[in-house]
């Protein structure tokens, strides 16, 4: 066994049922202990919420934690962002100006306040409404303002400056800590999981729960790096993590 860089997404991912989320756990500091491998969380969640979540479920500390779509990333514990990736971030960020052309969109429901963020803007979005995304996509475009929508789970919608995302995010952990894209897991459920799928020929794990969204982009990006699993969240991330050959 050698050490792999392994990056989750938390909700209906790594977490979701109990019992696994246990067992793969404790397989994953065992093997952080012996082989050096290294864990990381990527969530959709803010800070509070994240802190909600890891209390509820007694998560252990990863060695980074990317928050708030890709957008945040906290190394070893920190509670300060990776000033480098905020300033990454920062060129051309302007959410005021965002915020002037979503107002525009009656369909578009703020978040509320903590899952606003320095390079995030989220909304609900009912997924019936949804139509409006090319419209609202095209009118950010003419601003030039360098942004992506993402939008997630039927409901979710967020504003990310164009150089951020789960994935790029990861991409910037992997090479700073040089693991090879083929000793590199990447594991989620939903859209803003797309990123991680989406940036590079690392391992893929799509839990057997995944959202429609998603599993309608690997239909039509089907790649042999990547492995549909057949459990749900924790389980199937261990049944990906048995396939790829990276725990017995
Ligand atoms: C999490 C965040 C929310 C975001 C969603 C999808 O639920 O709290 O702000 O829109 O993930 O990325
Ligand atoms: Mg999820």
Request: proline share 4%.
């Amino acid at each position: 066994m050698t050490k792999f860089l392994f990056v989750t997404d938390l909700d209906h991912t790594f977490v979701g049922d109990d019992q696994a989320l246990l067992e793969l756990s404790d397989r994953l500091q065992r093997h952080r202990e012996e082989h050096g491998t290294k864990i990381v969380y990527s969530t959709g969640r803010s800070p509070v919420l994240y802190r909600e979540l890891q209390q509820e479920k007694n998560l252990f500390s990863p060695d980074a934690l990317v928050l708030s779509v890709g957008t945040e990333i906290y190394l070893d514990g920190s509670n300060n962002p990776d000033s480098q990736w905020s300033s990454i971030l920062s060129q051309g960020w302007d959410s005021q100006k965002i915020l002037s052309i979503t107002e525009q969109f009656p369909e578009l429901v703020l978040q509320p306040d903590t899952e606003q963020r320095p390079f995030k803007v989220s909304f609900f979005l009912k997924a019936e409404l949804s139509g409006i995304l090319p419209q609202l996509e095209s009118e950010l475009q003419k601003t030039k303002l360098n942004v992506k929508l993402i939008y997630s789970s039927g409901i979710d919608l967020d504003i990310l400056p164009l150089t951020s995302d789960k994935g790029q995010a990861m991409q910037f952990l992997r090479q700073k800590w040089k693991f090879a894209a083929e000793q590199t897991v990447v594991c989620g459920d939903s859209g803003n999981d797309i990123a991680l799928f989406a940036v590079g020929r690392e391992r893929g794990i799509i839990v057997g729960n995944a959202r429609p969204e998603l599993l309608q982009w690997h239909n039509q990006n089907p790649a042999d790096y990547r492995y549909l699993a057949q459990n749900r969240c924790a389980a199937g991330i261990m049944e990906g993590l048995t396939y790829f050959g990276f725990l017995e």
